[in-house]
């Protein structure tokens, strides 16, 4: 079956810190991969994704994550993160060949961002 | 304004009873999903439909039910059989099996 691990449960930093969450999935087939954040009172919103190509990809606010193939992972970076970045955030992934499977979530990381 | 909206945003319950959460979306979206956020526990899946008239049960259906009987519309029922009803419950919707788009969430708490 399809899992998602995301090794950090909660990760403290201060401004202008560099960030990585890591996130890896277990699944032999091709798939499609997500990083979503909730900050405190809000939607569930995306990040970003990756679908296929490039496997470096650039998200809104500065993120981006890279797709290792051969980890099994996604992991998700920021060079500077912000107060702002407080939030949680969650990876997730969907197989391509599983048509209308939903997405399998990792269980988030917490990120708290002091000023 | 394409959204995803879901009532109430808090909802309190008696034990023993049932109760219906709501999700409507107005995206044209085929599919939808019903998630639960636990502390600690991340999103998991209860419930997706893929299609009017057609749904099918996740990783944690037991104790819920919905139905779909149009296309914008996809309620949760949390039935008294729910052994632990209180938590955020999220709906989502896609237009294909990748990118989903969610509500904002209505808190349950059953006492």
């Known amino acids: 079956a399809q899992s998602v691990s995301q090794h950090n449960h909660h990760v403290i930093l201060s401004e202008a810190a560099s960030l990585e969450l890591g996130c890896n999935y277990s699944?032999?087939?091709?798939?499609?991969l997500f990083w979503y954040v909730q900050y405190p009172g809000q939607h569930l919103q995306l990040l970003l994704k990756?679908?296929?190509?490039?496997?470096l990809v650039k998200g809104i606010k500065g993120f981006e994550a890279e797709f290792i193939k051969s980890k099994f992972s996604f992991n998700l970076r920021k060079p500077s993160v912000q107060w702002s970045d407080t939030a949680e955030y969650f990876c997730?992934?969907?197989?391509?060949?599983?048509?209308?499977?939903?997405?399998?979530f990792g269980k988030g990381t917490t990120l708290s961002v002091s000023s | 304004d394409g959204g995803i909206t879901q009532s109430p945003k808090y909802l309190f319950r008696k034990e023993g009873q049932n109760v219906t959460l709501s999700c409507e979306q107005n995206?044209?979206?085929?599919?939808m999903y019903w998630y639960r956020q636990d502390p600690g526990q991340g999103l998991r899946l209860i419930y997706y439909s893929q299609i009017v008239n057609d749904f099918q049960k996740g990783d944690i259906a037991e104790g819920y039910s919905v139905s779909r009987e149009k296309k914008e519309s996809f309620p949760l029922t949390v039935t008294s059989a729910q052994k632990n009803p209180t938590a955020f419950y999220l709906c989502a919707s896609s237009n294909d099996r990748a990118e989903q788009y969610f509500g904002p969430g209505t808190r349950l708490t059953v006492t």
């Open positions: 995206l044209n979206h085929d599919a």
């Open positions: 997730a992934v969907n197989a391509q060949d599983r048509a209308g499977t939903a997405l399998i």
């Open positions: 699944y032999g087939g091709t798939v499609n």
């Open positions: 990756y679908f296929s190509g490039d496997p």
